[in-house]
């Protein structure tokens, strides 16, 4: 249960990196890649902050270029201290006394603003320790469950250019408790479902249909779970596949499910490679980049690292820490062209790792990050701080980064692919604006043009990619909602003054893609645009 020492000790903070592609860095950036001795090539690791103050257990991009982040709000003293309670009819908080020591008399959550690299404290009313997080259409964040008096919470975040606006609480509360549970954005605008949690075998929709409406049971949850290892199938891995139907994987197991209907569609065969690959076993789970070459249908996920079996409890009762797992699985779940029955494809990493966060970047291919290589997570049970990041293209096999050594705590780390090197920036595109259709201005709709302008002073490669990719809810080595789309480009078009214009079309439906806030991305030959936000607007919205 002391995932908070965890992050403390093997931090998950320098996930923050990730997101560098999005924003305003680059100039910032391409200075310091400059420096002598540093090899642009292998990416680099940049300190933005000393101390965030608030450990950094979930974190997610909001479209207004700010990180939230929030830890459990029992976690005693945080760098922020408040003048009042938020709860308890907002008494007094002194700087003596007992109340030095009272976590209600501290901030468990900030929002990190990317461009001034400034951190402001959020209050929280109720524990977020492992919850879990969604955004909805309009770019709020729907954040469910925790721990205690948190666990069948339901809490919004809607952020604003202003800084000023902070978490609120709903008055619904959810059917089940929902501590570890997973959260994914259904196609249906605004819904999400929450998927098990500890001891709870069952999942639910978010917001109910009637006020009656209960939680169902998911029958794999109960069948994977080990009691004595804390589960070994909790924050289960959920994806959405573009046929509409979800994804589960539990510890070893998964399934196709119709969550219209409550019906498994299809039991996948368990994955080879022993272990477990869900907390406190903890791998880390993605879908490939979905392509508009086979219009979004082909849906490959990829599963990679773990614990081995029996980690958990020889770590807890006899300080031997096993080391993880260093294999992965792929495997087709749907779209296969090919009628053959759907398999893991196995290979293996560089080392063994979990606690491990897998990322896909703008050009397809995925960062394997952070985590351990021995023992499980929570609890204080996981050794040896994974230094080294992964980088992983899924038409090769493995690349390996360069070791980077990194005591973290608090502090904000950013982690800069090759990518950024200013070694590239004649072939980046920049100056990017999106262009919606008069009749709709505030988003693109579904399987309908829109438009692109940006610069780039030269041709463009013959590889000329439009990737979107939804901000995921990070936690645990989990990004929930985490998806890469590549777009098909009906018209492109050099102008006058090395202008292009081009003329996108948006994904057929929102089972391929849910409506909300996305990052476009240009990729010229592997080198990537500064990115910008764009919006998938439902078919429903008035
Ligand atoms: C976004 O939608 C949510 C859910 O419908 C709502 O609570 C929130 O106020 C909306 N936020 C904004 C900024 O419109
Ligand atoms: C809702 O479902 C849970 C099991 O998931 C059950 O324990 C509970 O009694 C149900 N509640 C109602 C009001 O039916
Ligand atoms: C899909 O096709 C590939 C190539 O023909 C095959 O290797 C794989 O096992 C097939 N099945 C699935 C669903 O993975
Ligand atoms: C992998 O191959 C596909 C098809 O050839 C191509 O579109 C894609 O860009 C490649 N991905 C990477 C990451 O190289
Ligand atoms: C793991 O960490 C322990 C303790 O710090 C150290 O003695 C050991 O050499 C490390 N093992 C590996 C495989 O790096
Ligand atoms: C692109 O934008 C930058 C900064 O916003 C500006 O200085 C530059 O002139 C623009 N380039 C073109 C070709 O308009």
């Known amino acids: 249960m002391e995932d908070k020492n965890n992050s403390r000790s093997i931090n998950k903070i320098s996930i923050i990196v990730l997101f560098i592609f999005s924003i305003k860095f680059l100039g910032h950036i391409n200075g310091v890649l400059s420096s002598p001795g540093v090899d642009p090539r292998q990416g680099r690791w940049e300190l933005l902050l000393d101390n965030v103050g608030v450990v950094a257990m979930h974190m997610a991009l909001t479209h207004r270029n700010t990180v939230v982040i929030s830890d459990q709000t029992e976690a005693g003293e945080s760098g922020y201290r408040l003048r009042r309670r938020y709860g308890s009819g907002g008494r007094r908080c002194s700087s003596s006394g007992d109340d030095a020591s009272d976590s209600d008399c501290y901030a468990h959550s900030v929002e990190y603003d990317v461009s001034t690299n400034q951190i402001r404290p959020l209050r929280l009313e109720s524990d977020t320790w492992c919850s879990s997080g969604s955004f909805l259409s309009n770019g709020t964040l729907l954040q469910t469950g925790g721990y205690g008096d948190g666990s069948r919470r339901i809490r919004y975040f809607s952020p604003c250019a202003d800084r000023r606006c902070d978490w609120t609480q709903s008055r619904r509360s959810l059917s089940d408790e929902r501590w570890y549970a997973s959260s994914v954005a259904l196609p249906e605008k605004d819904r999400v479902m929450v998927v098990g949690g500890r001891r709870v075998f069952s999942y639910e929709f978010v917001p109910k249909t009637d006020s009656d409406e209960n939680s169902s049971h998911l029958p794999l949850l109960k069948r994977t779970n080990e009691r004595r290892s804390q589960g070994n199938n909790l924050y289960p891995f959920v994806h959405l596949s573009s046929d509409g139907n979800l994804f589960i994987f539990a ?30 076993s903890t791998g880390s789970s993605v879908i490939l980049p979905l392509d508009h070459h086979d219009n979004f249908e082909r849906v490959e996920v990829m599963i990679c690292g773990g614990a081995a079996s029996g980690a958990y409890l020889s770590a807890r009762e006899d300080h031997r820490y096993r080391e993880g797992l260093s294999s992965c699985g792929r495997m087709v779940i749907a779209g296969n062209s090919s009628d053959e029955e759907p398999r893991w494809h196995m290979e293996d990493m560089p080392g063994p790792r979990l ?46 980064g360069r070791d980077v050594s990194y005591p973290t705590e608090l502090r904000l780390q950013a982690f800069i692919p090759h990518y950024m ?66 777009l098909r480009a009906r018209r492109v078009e050099r ?9 996108l079309e948006a994904p057929p439906s929102p089972d391929v893609a849910p409506s909300g806030y996305y990052l476009l991305t240009i990729v010229n030959g592997g080198v990537p645009s500064v990115s910008q936000w764009l919006r998938f607007i439902h078919p429903n919205l008035a």
């Open 251 to 280: 510890n070893r197991d998964s399934i196709l499910f119709n969550y219209r209907r409550n019906r498994v569609v299809r039991n996948f065969p368990r994955i080879p490679g022993g272990g477990s690959r869900n907390y406190p």
């Open 421 to 486: 090197s200013q070694q590239y920036n004649g072939h980046r595109p920049s100056n990017i604006t999106i262009h919606y259709a008069e009749s709709h201005g505030t988003g693109a709709r579904y399987g309908e043009e829109f438009r692109v302008l940006f610069w780039l002073g030269r041709r463009p490669s013959d590889d000329l990619q439009f990737t979107v990719y939804p901000p995921p809810f990070t936690t645990h080595s989990m990004s929930m909602n985490q998806r890469l789309l590549r």
């Open 495 to 503: 102008r006058a003054g090395g202008w292009v214009n081009v003329v």
């Open 355 to 400: 606690m491990n966060d897998m990322i896909i970047l703008p050009t397809g291919n995925v960062l394997i990050i952070n985590g351990a290589e021995r023992g499980a997570a929570g609890w204080e049970l996981a050794r040896n701080a994974s230094h080294r990041p992964f980088l992983y293209n899924p038409n090769e096999t493995y690349r390996t």
